[in-house]
């Protein structure tokens, strides 16, 4: 529970890990001591996590039944069929989890207009298996992997991604395979030791939500813009932020300048605003198509 966002659609959340057991809460606030051993470090949604870095902040799965296992069955309304095997359903989904270990992983549906989208791909120092919400990457190396985050999260593939995507819904937008095979953004075995430099300088950090990182006023303008298009008279309204420069987050700006120079690209400030300038009118524009 980092994040009220988090366990909306959740059963059982927690927001403390014990070394032994964890204690969960059911939406009625009834609690179930779970046993670590019991339990697979995992990855239920990337919705709300406003870190790179999340080896501290994982969900959990089970691999094999706890405990209380049966109570939380019988609370959830789960009942399961005379015949069901379930030895074979553990020994599958064991086999499943230990198939996708990894360090590293990337959304793979994205809302970039949500107040609770903050970043794209997530690593944890120890390897996790996450669910299907998110695509998988596998990388061995703790250094590359971080590389390959730091990038991921970066105007680089951004540019790539709002190039790339084909959404004309306004909802959320697949991230596909064959999408992320076609952009630039692997990094060179050269440019590793500069970008892990990044990925530990910015790993921890916060980041707002990403409509707000590339305009910290992407609400007014958005609502500004729109004004302005269905109005006749908008030659009489004085608006207050859309004859404005963008204005970035600061974790955005920073973020970005340092990835560039660790890339040895030549780019200045006022360039990156130009370009966050390009995100925000395509997001406007795609956001408005949505009539929910």
């Not at 939406?27 to 990337?46: A, K, P, Q």
């Not at 109570?71 to 069901?84: D, H, M, P």
């Not at 790539?160 to 075995?189: A, Q, V, W």
Request: hydrophobic share 35%; glycine share 2%.
């Amino acid at each position: 529970h980092s994040d009220d966002s988090r366990v909306q659609q959740a059963f059982l959340r927690f927001s403390k890990e014990g070394k032994k057991s964890i204690t969960a809460k059911s939406h009625l606030d009834v609690c179930y001591e779970i046993e670590r051993e019991s339990l697979t470090r995992s990855l239920r949604t990337s919705v709300g996590l406003s870190s790179m870095d999340i080896t501290d902040n994982c969900d959990f799965i089970a691999h094999k039944p706890y405990n209380k296992f049966s109570n939380v069955c019988r609370a959830s309304g789960f009942k399961a069929e005379s015949n069901w095997d379930w030895p074979n359903f553990w020994i599958n989904v064991q086999n499943e989890l230990q198939s996708k270990k990894t360090r590293i992983v990337v959304s793979r549906r994205i809302n970039p207009f949500s107040p609770h989208t903050f970043l794209n791909s997530f690593f944890s120092n120890e390897l996790f298996s996450p669910s299907n919400q998110v695509n998988v990457i596998i990388e061995e190396d703790p250094k590359k992997a971080q590389t390959l985050c730091v990038i991921l999260n970066s105007s680089v593939f951004f540019a790539n991604f709002f190039l790339l995507k084909e959404e004309s819904t306004g909802r959320f937008i697949d991230i596909r395979f064959y999408d992320l095979y076609e952009m630039k953004i692997f990094p060179s075995e050269s440019d590793i030791s500069s970008l892990v430099k990044v990925f530990k300088k910015y790993g921890k950090v916060k980041f707002p939500p990403l409509r707000n990182q590339f305009d910290i006023h992407f609400d007014e303008r958005y609502k500004e813009f729109w004004e302005k298009e269905k109005s006749q008279v908008y030659q009489q309204r004085l608006f207050s932020v859309l004859g404005q420069l963008i204005q970035p987050s600061p974790e955005r700006l920073n973020l970005d300048l340092d990835v560039c120079k660790a890339l040895n690209i030549k780019i200045s400030k006022d360039d990156l605003i130009k370009l966050y300038a390009v995100f925000v009118k395509e997001m406007i524009i795609i956001r408005h198509l949505t009539r929910d």
